[in-house]
């Protein structure tokens, strides 16, 4: 059994493999994979691409699935815990997918869970399903992950799938990075951190219009009005990017692709959904074999070589709850006091984010 809920435990082979399983997939169906097992799928938050395609794959692969596709009708209504929930579907399901609008919820349902957990986005935290199907689009397109310069414009602090992706793709060599993005919501500080550590180049902008023909991938995001605690900072920044025919075709690479997580409101006008830069249905019909993938992983039913890793940060208990992100799980859960100290610095155990 093995939880899927952070790319960060993956190194690029394993990556790669994961990446090879899904294509192998797609090319050879194994509608016997799983056969019979359960998959529960709990998502506590809105989704139609997620949802459905690990219900597609899980289906395909010859599983069952069960779940819900929001609390409203469920007995966290009555004031059930998110605990309370993991332990009773684990008694009902083999494998939970979950979806949770709290960041560090899909580390928290692992250690309570007796049955593999796979983060299926979690808050503004981490999103390793949609970050795999991204780079198995871009594998699939340039034939290899090196070498390449990726613009993320829109929404970089609140989006969880840039900042899985970020952290994919700076396991791959030659990597280039623009964030493009107004001030208030540019790729969060500790991000920035990391990739200084990792000697990766990246430059922080507020126009893509510059430096549009030096872009591999285009990756486009949904300013999340959902995530936002100020209104007005939303109606501010909401209508920051719209690219279009107009202001994409001719000046940018012949082979640059548009990849987006979606769902889009406007940032993507629909005159670019017929030329070859955007990719964007085929990335999310792309999910289907790559949660195939992972669902095979999780359930032990397909190998890959983990290497065991060397950690570079030690885990400790403190006496109080020493988190300062008010969406952390631990804010609404009882959870244990545990922080990581990495590099003389505090972080959350759950959510990740940096103590201060
Ligand atoms: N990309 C993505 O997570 O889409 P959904 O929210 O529709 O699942």
Redesign the pocket.
Known sequence: MKNIISIKNFNKNEILEILEHAKNLKKFPKTDLIENKIVATLFFE??????LSFTSASFKIGGKVLGFDSPDATSLKKGESLRDTIKVTEGYSDIIVM?HLRDGAAKFASEISSVPIINA?DGANE?PS?TLLDLYTIKENFKSIDNLTTAFVGDLKYGR?VHSLTEALSKFSGQKFYFIAPNEIQIPKEIQKELDLKGISYQLLSDYKEILNQIDVLYMTRIQKERFENPSLYEKVKNSFEISKGTILNKCKENMIILH???RVNEINIDLDNTKHALYFEQ?KNGVPVREAMIGIALDKLNINFSKKETQYSIEKSSINLCQNQNCITKFERTENKIILKNDEKFCYYCGKKIN
């Open positions: 809105p989704s139609t691409r997620t949802r979806r986005g999103h949609q799938t997580p979606l769902p999310a």
